[in-house]
């Protein structure tokens, strides 16, 4: 099988030498915007770099990787579903609706499968948890909290194209909360803050947020979200249920250094600095997946379909954040011409 990567930066990097790893990848071939660093990524890992896209596809793929900038998803979509061959993209789909919507339109159309990558869904913790809930050990579901907290903030260059904090951190909370409740979130009400770098407040962004959702059942969440965490890179979820909880994210790397004095010896060593590391062996299940999608094995475990409902949530924070007021996604989805879940 051979994979074409669109788009060499930290995480292309990352894809990159994953997809080496994975049984049954044969070829892979890279191409970027920077021809230049395609050639040096290509060069680390002994593989071709493409002078460009098009003679990328020219190459014959199997399957192809879109890690490139937010604001080129949906146009190299778009081209993948052209060329036919299967595609895995890194959320978001798009940074608006609109353009979420006229992926889902053209997935929909076709029979070529695409992939989102919303990697918490291949997380050990997180899955364990779902099985958890919908084996019936939990009881009823009453609350879950969830966090992203980032230990540095990204570059100032990267806040105007990053869709805001809950299009870009958050997101991945609202998809989770989608896939393990199996319910759908009906409002929320939102608030964020900036008392970091002014750069996001100069990029009519937060450095700090927090939402309270409400799910079509009455379970009630808060997803908070931060790009200060100086303890570390913290991804939590805490689901609880009349009969019993699940906590995911608290292993030896958590960075939760406790209170309590009798408690000290709970001060993780290294505690996790990025998602990546957080991550890690959810990104390489979740790639392995990828190729038996694209070798016809299996559907699509993330379709543009469900992603698009996060971002209706996302957005739904969004206008809440700005007007001070709850808002009803069905007001979102309605605004974007009532397109509806599906896979």
Request: some cysteine; hydrophobic content about 40%; charged content about 20%.
């Amino acid at each position: 099988m051979k994979i074409g990567l669109i788009g060499t930066g930290r995480i292309g990097a990352f894809h990159a030498t994953t997809l080496q790893s994975v049984p049954g990848v044969t070829g892979l071939v890279v191409a970027d915007l920077d021809p230049v660093r395609a050639a040096a990524l290509a060069d680390t890992l002994g593989v071709r770099a493409a002078p460009g896209i098009e003679e990328m596809y020219a190459d014959g793929l199997d399957g192809v990787v879109i890690t490139a900038a937010t604001s080129a998803h949906a146009t190299l979509i778009h081209q993948a579903l052209d060329a036919g061959v299967p595609v895995f993209c890194e959320k978001p789909v798009a940074l608006d609706v609109p353009g979420t919507v006229g992926v889902v339109e053209r997935a929909r159309a076709g029979t070529v499968p695409v992939q989102i990558g919303f990697q918490r869904r291949f997380d050990a913790g997180y899955r364990a948890a779902r099985e958890a809930l919908h084996s019936g050990a939990l009881g009823w579901l009453h609350t879950l909290r969830a966090c992203t907290s980032d230990r540095t903030p990204p570059p100032a260059g990267y806040i105007p194209t990053s869709g805001g904090l809950f299009r870009d951190c958050s997101i991945h909370d609202f998809d989770i909360l989608r896939w393990l409740t199996g319910r759908e979130v009906v409002s929320v009400y939102a608030q964020g803050s900036n008392r970091g770098a002014s750069f996001f407040a100069d990029g009519d962004d937060v450095d700090t947020c927090a939402a309270l959702l409400r799910f079509d059942d009455d379970t009630l969440a808060t997803v908070t979200a931060t790009r200060y965490n100086g303890a570390g890179h913290d991804v939590r979820l805490e689901v609880c249920g009349s009969e019993g909880a699940r906590f995911v994210g608290l292993d030896d790397r958590a960075p939760l250094p406790s209170a309590e004095a009798e408690l000290s010896w709970r001060r993780a060593a290294d505690p996790y600095a990025t998602f990546m590391e957080r991550f890690h062996d959810a990104y390489v299940t979740e790639l392995g997946v990828f190729t038996e999608v694209a070798a016809g094995r299996r559907p699509s475990p993330c379709s543009p379909a469900e992603a698009l409902e996060a971002l209706y949530v996302a957005e739904a924070c969004e206008r809440s954040r700005r007007t001070g007021q709850p808002v009803a996604v069905a007001d979102v989805r309605a605004s974007a011409g009532g397109a509806v879940p599906g896979a």
